[in-house]
T-cell receptor, first 116, second 112 residues
């Protein structure tokens, strides 16, 4: 069975602080994809990143960075120098199989609040 | 590209009424997913289609829920009869290669 765990329900930081959102996944499949989505207060789900199980390179996109470690089944997300606009609920998700349009299994989400 | 289109954006109905949610996926994508989001259960998959064929409907809560995809550009999710516990935000997602999914804006359903 597949499962995604986001142990942090809520995080509150002050603007310009760095913050890391944790994600731990479970799957017996060797081919899978990991995702992060952002859900701002307006409610839409915004795709942030996709990572496949064969690529453990960390990725950086502006203030965002992702650390994928298969050894610990983790795919953590770090926001550097957080801003108020980063306030949202962030979801980590898992999809198994390759290019099969597989379903996403979501974690429970982490609500990030960035205060000015 | 208009992205995934869902309608209506908000729906308020009374218990027992039929509700139909609509989705137009991104042109060229061959997978379509219906998710439901509630405070209690988070985001959960209801059903998904590949090339218009239902692949996995194990998440459909009960027989009151049904989904169709008559062609590559349209899908419906129907609840009949609706109940207050069906109140949620329903998302449609369009599936691209490499398992990537793009979500519509959602339909907020309130059943009184």
């Amino acid at each position: 069975a597949q499962k995604v765990t986001q142990a942090q329900t809520e995080i509150s930081v002050v603007e310009k602080e760095d913050v890391t959102l944790d994600c731990v996944y479970e799957t017996r499949d060797t081919t899978y994809y990991l995702f992060w989505y952002k859900q701002p207060p307006s409610g839409e789900l915004v795709f942030l990143i996709r990572r496949n199980s064969f690529d453990e390179q960390n990725e950086i996109s502006g203030r965002y960075s992702w650390n994928f470690q298969k050894s610990t089944s983790s795919f953590n997300f770090t926001i550097t120098a957080s801003q108020v606009v980063d306030s949202a609920v962030y979801f980590c998700a898992l999809s198994v199989g390759y290019n099969q349009g597989g379903k996403l299994i979501f974690g429970q989400g982490t609500e990030l609040s960035v205060k000015p | 590209d208009a992205g995934v289109i869902q309608s209506p954006r908000h729906e308020v109905t009374e218990m027992g009424q039929e509700v139909t949610l609509r989705c137009k996926p991104i042109s060229g994508h061959n997978s379509l997913f219906w998710y439901r989001q509630t405070m209690m259960r988070g985001l959960e998959l209801l059903i998904y289609f590949n090339n218009n064929v239902p692949i996995d409907d194990s998440g459909m809560p009960e027989d009151r829920f049904s989904a169709k995809m008559p062609n590559a550009s349209f899908s419906t999710l129907k609840i009949q009869p609706s109940e207050p516990r069906d109140s949620a935000v329903y998302f449609c997602a369009s599936g691209a290669p490499l398992n990537e999914q793009f979500f519509g804006p959602g339909t907020r359903l309130t059943v009184l």
